[in-house]
């Protein structure tokens, strides 16, 4: 099991950049991958970046060129930057552990607002 902490959400305007933070509880190099998600009112939850423990990365097509997952071991941390911001980025994001394709843990979410 493992206990992940989103901080770094907040209010920021279209075209801006914002960098979330994922803190976990143990050796983030035991799972599979890292990720983030989203989920906005109204909406289903969707993939928005992951990284796997040997380094490959991918993202969402929407969000692909203006995000940026990244990882530190040393830390145990999982961080997503974020720039050129749209309103459609809008959404309670969520970090993710994962092993194998069944089992997921999740943290509390972080509120991304993006206003114009």
């Known amino acids: 099991q493992v206990q992940l902490v989103e901080s770094g959400g907040g209010l920021v305007q279209a075209g801006g950049s914002l960098r979330l933070s994922c803190a976990a509880s143990?050796?983030?190099?035991?799972?599979?991958?890292m990720g983030w998600y989203r989920q906005a009112p109204g909406k289903q939850r969707e993939l928005v970046a992951t990284?796997?423990?040997?380094?490959?990365?991918n993202y969402a097509d929407s969000v692909k060129g203006r995000f940026t997952i990244s990882r530190d071991n040393v830390k145990n941390a999982v961080y997503l930057q974020m720039i050129s911001l749209k309103a459609e980025d809008t959404a309670v994001y969520y970090c993710?552990?994962?092993?194998?394709?069944?089992?997921?843990?999740w943290g509390q979410g972080a509120q991304v607002t993006v206003s114009s």
């Open positions: 990284v796997t423990s040997g380094g490959t990365r």
């Open positions: 143990r050796d983030i190099s035991s799972f599979n991958a």
């Open positions: 993710s552990a994962s092993v194998g394709s069944s089992l997921s843990y």
